[in-house]
Nanobody
Framework: QVQLVESGGGLVQPGGSLRLSCVASGSILSIRRMGWYRQAPGKQRELVATIPSGDSTNYAHSVTGRFTISRDNAKNTVYLQMNSLKPEDTAVYYC?????????????WGQGTQVTVSS
């Protein structure tokens, strides 16, 4: 089995920063794409940022210039540095990854971590 566990969420004032982490563990052969998604109350889950196994990154327009995704392959970990946070960034943030396991490549989700931006 493979698990993704997020951490780093919390309550922050507008303009503040948070850093999310997501660690993958279990029977992992290798990890391809990793990413972050978010879901606000009453809204669909949306992509925030992704990072393939190389150095390229992709961001939603709404977070470009404020959020930075990175990964540490040695630690099977992906990070999301969130700066200049806005109330509209409030959501549950989910980690997602495409992981090679013995049966082939599978897609996994974490349990989510709450981010609340409010004064």
């Amino acid at each position: 089995q493979v698990q993704l566990v997020e951490s780093g969420g919390g309550l922050v004032q507008p303009g503040g920063s948070l850093r999310l982490s997501c660690v993958a563990s279990g029977s992992i052969l290798s990890i391809r794409r990793m990413g972050w998604y978010r879901q606000a109350p009453g809204k669909q889950r949306e992509l925030v940022a992704t990072i393939p196994s190389g150095d390229s990154t992709n961001y939603a327009h709404s977070v470009t210039g404020r959020f930075t995704i990175s990964r540490d392959n040695a630690k099977n970990t992906v990070y999301l540095q969130m700066n200049s946070l806005k109330p509209e960034d409030t959501a549950v943030y989910y980690c997602n990854a495409d992981i090679w396991v013995r049966e082939g490549i599978e897609n996994y989700w974490g349990q989510g971590t709450q981010v609340t931006v409010s004064s």
